[in-house]
């Protein structure tokens, strides 16, 4: 096991510096000032002062070692859009509301999504069961970018029931969880149909309706507890989803998240944040999957088994 | 049938239902407080929508709009412009006494001046800003106007070892605590309008040394003399600003708070709007038309110009005057703000925009009045064929227009090239791009036809004037003319500004004439303004709002 654990450690170490230098490079040669505007309003002279300064004067893979240097010890540098503000402090400031915004999507698919999929699955190929199913079919195909509007506009501004936009309260977090969250719950509910439907036509379950258990006891203990098996394993990955894709709903009700420096410093040419960004995001992304690993190595032995002989 | 449907109802119903249900005691609250806020004596507070988060509260390295608005909201100048844009005596007691030479201002400071923290605010807190922002360390990037000061441009590009003899030099001095002397290069009419700029403020020396690389990042970072004081600053969420009851003019403040919330997108903008979280929102596309008309509808002219840029090396035929002249001249320009762009933006009627001072105390566009030839089919066409004609042509090769790829200028440039076929028959392929990349290529003469923008640095012609000489690094159009570089040379060393004034209007008309760039059209911007809101001020350039003199009836 702790030969498995060390190799997947290697692996995660070689693809975050692959990812690293990668978008070094990337960033680097994407077109553009990392003044932007400001590089129309300075002499020549000052220009290359200012590059000095910034150390942007050296040669590429000086400048490259340097980086890397930096980003080991943990220092993403500093933002070209925001002076005396460091990447590092730029990601501490606003991931914390991406982080919030997709925990409370998860938890809103999460709820709804295995209700939905309980539902369906108890009133197998039955109008609810379509039912459930046809609004699991909208959440997916309703993509944020226009839910996420309608809500505000029409639940904001129409209903007034919750406010439109921005993130003072608990109040505002509800529709841009709701907008987030939606397209989950289609897969969580598909996801939790189809594994309880598995599981209802299990022996032990006509076992336990033989036995004479309550239809309630035999879903609840029974069927349920079973059937979230699967749905558990999907949602590290479903997490990491949620948390990365933030950006459309950040924008439309004026949450300060992480989401937008990642356009916005594209934009602006901003190398630094979209190296630390990306390097961020990969981190998150490579962790979880390396502890998805590591689980599954754990449950089910075969997978370390199968890894191990090659 | 039916029943999937009532069945598929229900469970939306219960979906939504769920959710709101969890949150229902927090409506109630929300209805009874807007309740309050309609009360007898109007709270003097109000909320504002701004698109972009202001990057760092320094004004040595501020280089954008949302900063330079709280940075004037929190600290002041020598200098406040009003709501006309002419500067009135801020920490300064009076008008500057200007030399004979008109290159030594000297200012008095008023009596007992502090920063919000109660300790006196001096001369000296000036000179040494100014330094500060000229120091190559200090890394600011918007500095070439305090540069104007005697030994700032030298001061700028100084090695690290001359820097303080440098700063020594420099032509800034604190006579006594409450005189201050700044002596110019060379002489600058609008220099006491300068002194208004955020870039122009003072900054307490101790603090500023104190805070070092935070300076500017948090409210207990920051330090003024304006009107107001930074209370909370949730990083690209909200700022929010109390009155600030040891500044100068504290008698004339009626607001008492304001918070910026940090709103990106326009729709979101109008729905704070419609449900009362937001006083003043921009308004873009659509959204504009839906208020025009109404109470709500607040335009503000900007100085900012759009016009085409002709790069005559990459696209030889762009060097015959003729074609430019005809490109320019084809393109309606009504129809362009009134169909396109519908946002209070005005047709160009030459080069710098309405509302830029002349410096001579008039309007610039006044006293030159229009300098570009009129929209003209016809005549388009006949300057078309000359061109062709110079040029051994029988048509344009097919050119590429690039501009930025926002919605708005996606739109311009679509309208541009129907214009083009329509009107001329000439083929041009839009290439729209992103900003910084836009920005790259004009910089590096990769264009053919390129959109550009300039807005102001400052209220006055120069600002888009100066550009197209020869040696200025943003002429990348390969347009040279010795007779222009001399007649911008002369308004810079002209000392009456009458005679100044003269000198720019014949600039811009040859500028015209010539037409290294078509001018398309002079910006407006359009909010939406709960009309309880009184007195703000809306400057053309630099900020964008100004709540000294603000209320709320």
């Not at chain 1, 991406?98 to 197998?124: K, R, Y």
């Not at chain 2, 239902?17 to 229902?24: D, E, H, K, N, Q």
């Not at chain 2, 926002?406 to 679509?414: F, I, M, Q, V």
Request: hydrophobic share 40%; aromatic share 10%.
């Amino acid at each position: 096991m702790l030969k498995f654990v060390i190799r997947r450690l290697i692996s995660m170490i070689i693809t975050l510096f692959l990812i690293t230098t990668v978008t070094f490079f990337l960033m680097m040669n994407l077109p553009g000032d990392p003044f932007g505007e400001m590089s129309q309003k300075m002499s020549a002279a000052q220009r290359a002062v200012l590059y000095q300064q910034y150390g942007l004067d050296k040669p590429m893979f000086q400048q490259y070692l340097q980086y890397m240097g930096n980003v080991l010890k943990g220092d993403l540098g500093v933002s070209f859009q925001y002076p005396n503000t460091s990447v590092n402090e730029k990601i501490a400031q606003s991931f914390p509301a991406s982080l919030e915004l997709g925990l409370w999507a998860l938890l809103i698919a999460v709820v709804i999504g295995l209700l939905l999929g309980i539902i369906a699955a108890l009133n197998h190929n039955r109008g609810l069961d379509y039912a459930a199913m046809f609004t699991a079919v909208v959440g997916v195909s309703i993509p944020s970018m226009v839910l996420g509007p309608l809500l505000s506009y029409y639940v904001g501004v129409k209903l007034g029931w919750f406010p439109p936009g921005l993130w003072d309260t608990p109040k505002h977090r509800v529709l841009p969880a709701i907008a987030l969250g939606f397209s989950t719950v289609a897969i969580l509910a598909r996801l939790m149909r189809t594994s309880m439907l598995d599981v209802l036509n299990q022996d032990y379950i006509k076992t336990a309706k033989a036995k004479g258990l309550s239809q309630t006891s035999t879903v609840i203990k029974h069927t349920i507890r079973n059937a979230i098996l699967p749905v558990i394993t999907v949602l590290g990955p479903i997490f990491v989803n949620v948390i990365t894709g933030t950006l459309i709903v950040e924008q439309i009700f004026s949450v300060p998240g992480l989401g937008k420096h990642f356009v916005q410093s594209i934009q602006t040419k901003d190398i630094t944040m979209i190296g630390g960004l990306t390097i961020f995001y990969s981190a998150i992304l490579v962790v979880v999957i390396f502890l998805t690993d590591i689980l599954y190595g754990l449950v089910d032995p075969r997978i370390r088994l199968a890894k191990g002989r090659k | 049938m039916t029943l999937k449907k009532t069945m598929v109802a229900a469970l939306a119903v219960t979906v939504l239902g769920t959710t709101a249900v969890g949150c229902g005691n927090n409506d109630t609250k929300n209805s009874s407080g807007d309740g309050g806020a309609s009360g007898s004596a109007a709270k003097q507070e109000m909320n504002i929508n701004f698109t972009a988060e202001p990057p760092v509260l320094d004004s040595s390295k501020a280089t954008t709009n949302a900063a330079f608005t709280m940075i004037n909201a929190l600290n002041e100048g020598l200098y406040r412009l009003d709501k006309d844009g002419k500067p009135t005596p801020g920490l300064a007691k009076d008008m500057p006494k200007i030399s004979e030479d008109k290159l030594t201002y000297t200012i008095t400071l008023r009596d007992n001046l502090t920063w919000a923290d109660g300790s006196p605010l001096k001369a000296s807190d000036f000179v040494s800003s100014f330094k500060r922002t000229l120091d190559p360390a200090t890394k600011a990037q918007y500095n070439f106007m305090v540069g104007w000061i005697k030994g700032g441009e030298a001061l700028i590009t100084a090695k690290p070892e001359e820097v303080q003899a440098k700063k020594d030099a420099l032509g800034v001095k604190a006579l006594d605590d409450k005189t201050l002397e700044i002596t110019l290069e060379k002489p600058v009419t609008f220099f006491t309008q300068l002194l208004a700029f955020p870039l122009f403020f003072p900054q307490k020396e101790d603090f500023v040394a104190q805070q070092g690389d935070k300076y500017g990042k948090d409210p207990d970072k920051v330090i003024g003399a304006g009107p107001f004081i930074l209370k909370e600053w949730a990083h690209e969420q909200k700022l929010v600003f109390e009155k600030n009851p040891k500044y100068w003019d504290a008698a004339n403040v009626k607001l008492e708070k304001f918070t910026v919330n940090i709103v990106k997108e326009p729709a979101t903008g109008v729905n704070l709007f419609d449900t009362k979280e937001a006083d003043l929102t921009d308004l873009t596309g659509d959204y504009v038309k839906q208020f025009e008309g109404k109470p709500e509808y607040t335009v503000k002219k900007e100085l900012t110009s759009a016009y085409l840029m002709f790069e005559q090396k990459k696209a030889p035929f762009l060097a015959n005057k003729n074609i430019r002249q005809a490109l320019t001249m084809a393109i309606n320009g009504k129809a362009h703000v009134e169909t396109v762009l519908k946002n209070g933006s005005v047709p160009a009627t030459g080069l710098v925009p309405a509302g830029t001072a002349d410096g001579n105390n008039e309007e610039f566009r006044k006293v030159a009045g229009d300098t570009q030839p009129k929209y003209d089919v016809a005549k388009a066409k006949e300057l078309l064929q000359k061109g062709l004609q110079e040029l051994g042509m029988t048509q344009l090769p097919k050119f590429k227009v690039t501009a930025d790829d926002t919605d708005g200028a996606k739109k311009t440039l679509e309208f541009i090239l129907a214009q083009w076929k329509q009107n001329l028959g000439v083929e041009a392929v839009a290439e729209p791009i992103t900003h910084a990349l836009r920005v790259d290529r004009q910089n590096s003469k990769d264009y053919e036809v390129l959109v550009s923008l300039w807005g102001a640095d400052y209220n006055d012609p120069m600002t888009f004037m100066d550009m197209w000489t020869s040696t200025s690094p943003l002429n990348t159009t390969d347009w040279s003319s010795p007779a222009y570089d001399e007649l911008i040379k002369k308004a810079e060393d002209e000392k009456d500004p009458a005679a100044r004034s003269k000198v720019l209007v014949e600039a811009e008309k040859l500028l015209m004439d010539e037409m290294p760039i078509g001018p398309l059209y002079f910006r407006s911007k359009v909010y939406a303004k709960a009309p309880k809101v009184e007195g703000i001020v809306l400057p053309s350039f630099g900020i964008e709002w100004d709540l000294k003199w603000t209320s709320i009836k």
